[in-house]
């Protein structure tokens, strides 16, 4: 099993460019999440999905917007990048249908810088 | 917020010594979660405690929880330089995992 696989690693944007990070998981998990982590920081939440279908905001979802495809797969889109949007995004997933008792797994990360 | 805090922010340390980390939080939990990661991945659970225990135990790690204090701690026996990470706790409640900024630990041969 993969687990949690992350597209792409890396990515440079110009300010105002668009592009869609991809995120799968292997594991039949219910619960989806995108989170950014800035240097020296701990990891923020932008947008989790308790089960196909659904979406919520997290602590930081301004900017941006998700799909849950299906029940393997969550995108996360900037519609237009800005500078302030330079991290590191980390999707991850849980068996179940969120909340805050679950094991989460993560992804490698995709490195993104907005110039 | 059910946000957990580590303390302290940094920490360095010999191999073979013993490295313990400290998380606060402030609302009522059902369990508490200890993620490690290394330098540029993503997170690894290590553990999980739950309300109703005190301490648990998984090969060189030690968690304790105490939820009148709401507090736990996290013990790294006979550490190795592998050991070298950041390490996150997330409380675990009826919302979603909040992490804190990580205790990064330096473990030098």
């Known amino acids: 099993n993969a687990g949690v696989t992350q597209t792409p690693k890396f990515q440079v944007l110009k300010t105002g460019q668009s592009m869609t990070l991809q995120c799968a998981q292997d594991?039949?998990?219910?619960?989806m999440y995108w989170y950014r982590q800035d240097p020296g920081m701990g990891l923020r939440l932008i947008y989790y999905?308790?089960?196909?279908?659904?979406?919520d905001k997290g602590e930081v979802p301004n900017g941006y917007n998700v799909s849950r495809l299906n029940k393997r797969e969550f995108s996360l889109r900037l519609e237009s990048a800005a500078p302030s949007q330079t991290s590191v995004y980390f999707c991850?997933?849980?068996?179940?249908?969120?909340?805050?008792?679950?094991?989460?797994?993560f992804g490698p990360g995709t490195r993104l810088t907005v110039l | 917020s059910q946000q957990g805090e580590e303390d302290p922010q940094a920490l360095s340390i010999q191999e073979g010594e013993n490295a313990t980390m400290n998380c606060s939080y402030k609302?009522?939990?059902?369990?508490l979660q200890w993620y490690r990661q290394n330098s540029g991945r993503g997170l690894v659970h290590l553990i999980l405690?739950?309300?109703?225990?005190r301490e648990k135990h998984s090969g060189r790690l030690r968690v304790t929880l105490d939820t009148s204090k709401k507090s736990s701690s996290l013990l790294i026996t006979a550490s190795r330089a592998a050991d070298t990470a950041s390490y996150f706790c997330?409380?675990?409640?009826?919302?979603?995992?909040?992490f804190g900024a990580g205790t990064r630990l330096a473990v030098h041969p």
């Open positions: 991850a997933s849980s068996e179940g249908s969120g909340g805050g008792t679950d094991t989460q797994y």
């Open positions: 594991m039949n998990h219910n619960s």
């Open positions: 999905s308790a089960s196909e279908g659904t979406t």
């Open positions: 609302t009522s939990i059902n369990n």
């Open positions: 405690i739950r309300s109703n225990e």
């Open positions: 997330a409380p675990g409640g009826y919302n979603k995992l909040i």
